[in-house]
Structures are given as C-alpha cells and as structure tokens.
C-alpha cells in the first residue's frame, strides 16, 4: 500500500491520530476518531509503519498493521423508523437495499454515503420483502431521483391491484384437494407487472403498484421480477446474481416466498387468512451466505406462514405432537434455517412461532422498530424468547429504537416527521418560485442543507446497527450515546470462530 492507494480498516477497528507516533509506537497523539473494521480510507502520505489516511470526513494517522487491502461485506440496519430496511454493500463493492422503511430515512442515509447522489450512482439490486408500507414506500425518493440508477428490482411476486373495484392481490383458487386458497396471479415477469402498472384502473390509487409504475418508466431501472424460493427444498435457488457459481465471495439463497404446484397445474401461494397476513407470511427471506457466516433477513413472517415454511422444509407436521417431536422438527429445520446473525421478523411482533425461533438459533437478533406505531414493538415476550432460543450463554439483542441518541432530533423524533421536513419543502418553494429574488433563494438553500445535514448526520450515525464481516469473523456496533472520547465512539460486539467454526461471543 502506498500514497493514492485506497485501503481499509483492518480488524476490529483503529485510532486515527492527528499526530503520528516514533516508528517503535503503537499510538499517536490527539485521538481524532474510531474507525471500525471495513470502514474505507484514502491513503495521502505514509512515514514509515504509519499512515496518514483520509477516512470519515478526517485526515490522521493509523499504523500500517491498522489497514487491509480488502473490502469485506457490510450491512447497515438502518435506523428507518417503524419499517426494516438494510443497506449492503458487498466484497465486491456492489451496493444493495432491502427494505427502506416507510418515510426517507433510508434515501437520506444512502444519500449521506454515496457523496449525495451529486453524480450517478448505480444500485446493483433493490430488494422489496413485501407490499407493505413501511417496507417499500421508503423507496419512492429513490426511485424518482434523477441520478440513481438500478440494474434489478426484486418483489415477493404479489402486487396489490384493483379487481372489480376492489384491492385484490391479484387471482385466488382452491382446486380439488387444496386445504385453503391459493393466490395463483404470481406477478414473476415484467411484462406481467405492465399488464398492471401500465392500467390506470388496475392501479388505483393504490401506492404500491403505482410506485412499481413509476420505477418502471423512469428508465433507470434494468429488471423488476418476482422471485420465489424452489418448491423443491433441496435445490435452492439463489437471488439472481448470488449463486455459488457466480463467484462473488458470497452467495444469497431464497428460503421464501415457497410456491406449491396444485392439482390444476397452477403455480400458487398459500393464503394465511387476511391479505395481510398473506402479503407479510410470503416475505422474501434472504439468507447471506459468507465463508462460514450466515446472516438471515425474513421480512414480516408470521406464525402462520413459519408453521407453513417449517412443515415444507422439514417434510413433518406442525403443530409437533409432542416435545420430542418438537426437537425433531427443530433438527430438521436448522439446516436450512440456521443464522449467524438474524433480523427478527416483523419488528419483533409477538405473531411468532417459537419452534421457529429455536431452528434459527442466531447467536445476534437485530430488531427494526420504530417510535411513532400503535403496537409496542418489539414486544416483551418476543424479546424474551429471542433471548431464550439465542445461540450461547450471552446471545445478543440490538434494536434499531434503542440505539438511537442524537441530541438533535433522536430524543426528539417528531422534529424530523415535522418541523425540518416541514423546512426543506418552505425553502425547497422558495428556490422554485421564479418570483423569489437570488438573496432568498441563497439563504433557502442554506436552510435546506443545514436541515439535510442534520437529517442524514442523525440517520447516518445513530439508531443504525453496523454488521462487517470477512466470512470468519464478525463485528457489530452502534453509536454509543455520548462518547467517552475521541478514542471510544462505538459501542463494538465481537463474534469470533470456536476450534469448530462456529462463532461465539467475545467478551471484552
């Protein structure tokens, strides 16, 4: 490595100094920053074992055994309010989104880490778990901006339309010998999807379709497809680009939604009651696979639909008869199961199958939850039995809610909601009104960057739970509430590999 080179930081994390030590010292003076395992740097001038390095908006100084040449895998909980959405960044420096909550927290945070989307900027894949609002409305920012590009779109396969002037998701049949109904009108191509979007009267005033609509003529997105695991449980099918023979480092499997062929021939989902129940129980779930690292996002699933995905994996039935048979279904559910890492479903809602929780078995729960919603998520009984059926003698609980505390508006959420969103959209008038004289537009504009910048500072900074891993070890941290110096900003988990792999908690 040498002056020009771009670097990272090695594991678990570095002081960046202002003045750099002798060449047989491990510290510098003046502590500027903390700099985590993976966090990118610039190298700007190097004097001997150290490193002068332009890293989080600072310049200091590291020492040389403090940076690697590779990138590991990211993925950023992103604090988006009552929602889920997670950015990931991959070995490969390809940028990803799952989710992205309801309101713009999401759009603010990418916005933040990809130079504020002042040039174009290519998304290799956003991913839409299911059609709820607060999982895919946060997409809309993104979606309409001018400058972000997206090669795919993927969805669950149900898209809400309107039928016989009702919302529907889409054809619903129960053929001989079926149990209950299944929704038959899978949406997998893009043409299927513009038989709706590109129909006024099928989208509605509907949100979702009309947000697939507008993601679909805006011209910067390559594919939109509906994706859905193998019916056949023992030949898994990877998100497009991810499978092992794609030779990324990492592979992503999709473990639902599940289809079922029925008697007629048709392709269909099982209903889990409500559209409700049904939209969230058929979530996309994505399994990250990473050398011996395993990290699971499932979306809204439900009760309902774990017994369902429990019973298609495992081939025995659900409720089990007794305990023992219980232990059996939960042996035979791990291997495909089975987390490192989990992001607990539904935000930690009590609507849970607790034989499901013990096949994960994660050793760190990531819960996303927000402040402004009617159901106290997460609930304490969900956080009970996570902590219950956690891998090891201290599994790990973070929270999206509780990580949050910027002064400035976290303590304060409705700020956001109201007075500075309420700002950027006064003073966004204001540069748009032909009327308005070049002195108002110039102090409109301050306005709407002080306000962005502490928008994005906050969303960037706090309430996100920061996951890095090279595939064998694994950190996880968050903003600590007040910092204890310059030299100690984060709160930092460490999971490292056991004699046999498989990861434990370090304690510190």
């Known amino acids: 490595m040498q002056t020009g080179d771009q670097a990272f930081i090695s594991y678990p994390f570095a002081v960046q100094w202002k003045t750099k030590g002798t060449a047989a010292q491990l510290k510098g003076t003046d502590p500027i920053n903390q700099l985590l395992w993976g966090d990118w740097a610039k190298i700007e ?39 889920d959405g997670a950015h990931i960044q991959t070995p490969d420096d390809k940028a990803m989104v799952v989710d992205a909550g309801v309101e713009d927290n ?105 947000l697939l609509h507008a993601a679909e003529t805006s011209g910067r997105v390559n594919n939109i497809e509906g994706v859905l695991a193998n019916e056949d449980s023992n030949d898994p099918i990877y998100l497009p680009g991810f499978a092992p023979t794609d030779n990324r480092g990492m592979t992503i499997r999709l473990l639902g939604p ?102 994960v078995n994660p050793i760190a729960t990531v819960v996303s939850s927000g402040d402004d919603e009617p159901h106290s998520h997460p609930r304490p009984d969900t956080l009970g039995v996570i902590g219950k059926y956690g891998r090891g003698s201290r599994p790990l609980i973070f929270s999206t809610e509780l990580a949050r505390s910027s002064k400035e508006i976290i303590k304060h959420p409705d700020i956001v909601r109201t007075e500075l969103r309420s700002t950027l959209r006064t003073n966004e008038a204001i540069i748009e009104d032909p009327g308005a004289t070049r002195a108002a537009k110039t102090k409109a504009e301050k306005a709407i960057q002080d306000a962005l910048k502490t928008i994005e500072r906050s969303v960037a900074n706090y309430g ?45």
């Open 258 to 359: 599940v289809p079922t062929t029925l008697s007629n021939g048709k392709l269909g989902l099982p209903s889990f009651g409500s559209i409700g129940k049904s939209k969230n129980g058929h979530s996309v779930i994505l399994q990250i696979a990473i050398g011996d690292v395993k990290i699971q996002l499932g979306g809204d699933l439900n009760e309902r639909s774990q017994d369902y995905l429990l019973e298609h994996y495992t081939g025995l039935k659900h409720p089990p008869a007794n305990a023992e048979a219980e232990i059996d279904m939960v042996e035979a559910a791990r291997p495909f199961f089975e987390a490192d890492i989990s992001k607990a479903c539904h935000h930690g809602s009590a609507d849970f199958s607790s034989t499901f929780m013990r096949a």
């Open 106 to 210: 999401m759009y603010r945070f990418l916005r933040w880490r990809f130079g504020r989307f002042t040039r174009s900027f290519k998304f290799e894949n956003m991913v839409i778990s299911h059609p709820d609002k607060d999982h895919y409305f946060g997409f809309k920012p993104l979606f309409e901006h001018s400058k972000v590009k997206i090669g795919s779109i993927f969805h669950n396969g149900l898209v809400e339309q309107i039928t016989a002037g009702k919302s529907t998701l889409g054809k619903t049949e129960k053929p001989a010998g079926a149990s209950r109904k299944h929704f038959t009108g899978i949406i997998e191509t893009r043409d299927q999807l513009k038989a709706i979007t590109d129909s006024p009267t099928k989208r509605g005033k509907r949100l979702y379709p009309n």
């Open 464 to 508: 996100m739970i920061n996951l890095r891993t090279d595939g064998k070890k694994v950190l996880i941290a968050q903003r600590l509430e007040r910092q204890r110096s310059r030299r100690k900003r984060w709160d930092i988990h460490l999971l490292e590999p056991d004699q046999n792999k498989r990861l434990k908690y370090v304690m510190r």
């Open 45 to 83: 001038d190097v004097k001997g074992p150290w490193f002068q390095i332009r890293s989080r908006g600072r310049t200091g100084w590291v020492r040389k055994e403090n940076l690697q040449s590779n990138r590991i895998l990211e993925v950023n909980f992103v604090d988006v309010g009552q929602g």
